[in-house]
Each structure stands twice: as structure tokens, then as C-alpha cells.
């Protein structure tokens, strides 16, 4: 039996919740010190340092949050569809404080939740294949219903993690941990979206492609 086996859905959604708090931990914890520095400091330019660095995180956190929500969250109840169009903008939300940039060339449908999450998901892969930034190209074929996801990921350096290599060559960890849990939760929503998965590195990038199961 696998790692992926013996996880339960409770530890599932422990490990994913954990992942989420990870993310978020950083702008909140900037948040938190513009705040204790508008308390102390009577210099006025380091006030409005202070401010600066709250708005900017408080947006910061707000992207990550509502692309979570989307991407993790159950987004509905059961059976339900998601608007592309929202994940286009909270993808666009959360690129925007990182360094890879976004080109969505997929129309605006309504989509079984399972896939959207999943697109979503391999934009998160994509942004870890781009660690110095580059351009992430998001493309879509097929039927709403039997989609093909295809995302180009093209940067002066790509790389493509050992995990998401393994996963997707279908060797899967032997331990699954709030760092390791995002690539996993993206091949249980493939799974369960009738999808497959491949990750191939070329040499002008990389390429993610999800495609419906004949």
C-alpha cells in the first residue's frame, strides 16, 4: 500500500489546511510588524514605510487566500461548476506577488469544480518550474466536458521538481507532509476528474498537460 493509500481524509485535509497557513503566514506576519512599527516609531517616513508594507501585504495575503478558496477549498456544495473566469482572476491575483507572469488563453465556462481545481493546481506547479520567473501560458482544448489543459512554461531557467517528476511518472512518496502534499493533491483531483497527468521538460521550458481519460 502506498503513501497515497493510507491517507485518510482527515489527514488529507489537515496537510492541505497546514499548506494553506504556510502560505499566508508570511504577508499576515508583515502585517503584524508595519503594525507594532506605526505603534513605536514617531518618524513620519518610516510611518509611511510602515503603511506601504501593510497595504501591499494585505493584498498579498487577500490574492493568496481566494486563490486557496478556489484551489483547495470545496468552492459549492457537491456537483457543482466554477466559473473559469473566477479562476482566471484569482490566478491572476496570486502571480501577481510572485515571479512568473500569466497568459490565459482558455474561454470563459462553467466547468465541473474537480477540473477547475485542478487547473488551478498545475498553475502552482508551474510556478515552482520558474523559480527566477518567466511566463506561464495557460491553454485549453476539447469539450467542457473532456477537456485537455495544456500550460507552457517558459523562463531563463526551468526546472522541474524531483517530487513532480516522480509523481507524474507515477512513483509516489513513501511520506506525504505539508510540503510534499500540493503535487499529491493535484494527481487525487486528476484521479477523481477522470484525468491524466504528464510533465515534460523541453528545451524551451516545460510542459504541463492534463488530458481527459478516452
Not at 23 to 44: C, F, K, Q, R, Y
Not at 98 to 114: C, G, S, T
Not at 125 to 150: H, K, S, Y
Amino acid at each position: 500500500m502506498t503513501a497515497i493509500d493510507d491517507l485518510t481524509a482527515l489527514d488529507l485535509a489537515a496537510l492541505v489546511a497546514s499548506r494553506v497557513c504556510h502560505d499566508i503566514i508570511s504577508p499576515v506576519g508583515a502585517i503584524t510588524n508595519g503594525l507594532e512599527v506605526l505603534d513605536e516609531e514617531g518618524n513620519e517616513d518610516m510611518q509611511e514605510f510602515a503603511m506601504d508594507l501593510i497595504r501591499k501585504s494585505a493584498r498579498q495575503a487577500s490574492a493568496k487566500l481566494q486563490f486557496a478558496r478556489l484551489a483547495f477549498g470545496a468552492a459549492g456544495s457537491a456537483g457543482s461548476e466554477i466559473d473559469l473566469g473566477d479562476a482566471h482572476a484569482v490566478a491572476v491575483g496570486f502571480l501577481a506577488n510572485e515571479k512568473a507572469e500569466i497568459d490565459w488563453q482558455v474561454p470563459r465556462l462553467l466547468m465541473a469544480k474537480n477540473r477547475v481545481k485542478l487547473l488551478l493546481n498545475l498553475i502552482l506547479l508551474a510556478n515552482q518550474c520558474v523559480p527566477r520567473g518567466g511566463l506561464i501560458t495557460v491553454r485549453m482544448d476539447g469539450e467542457v466536458n473532456a477537456p485537455t489543459f495544456e500550460l507552457a512554461v517558459t523562463g531563463s531557467t526551468t526546472k522541474v521538481p524531483a517530487l513532480v517528476l516522480d509523481m507524474m511518472s507515477g512513483v509516489e512518496p513513501e511520506r506525504i507532509d505539508a510540503h510534499t502534499v500540493q503535487p499529491v493533491y493535484a494527481v487525487l483531483l486528476a484521479r477523481e476528474s477522470g484525468m491524466h497527468l504528464d510533465v515534460v521538460k523541453e528545451e524551451a521550458g516545460v510542459k504541463i498537460i492534463a488530458s481527459s481519460s478516452s
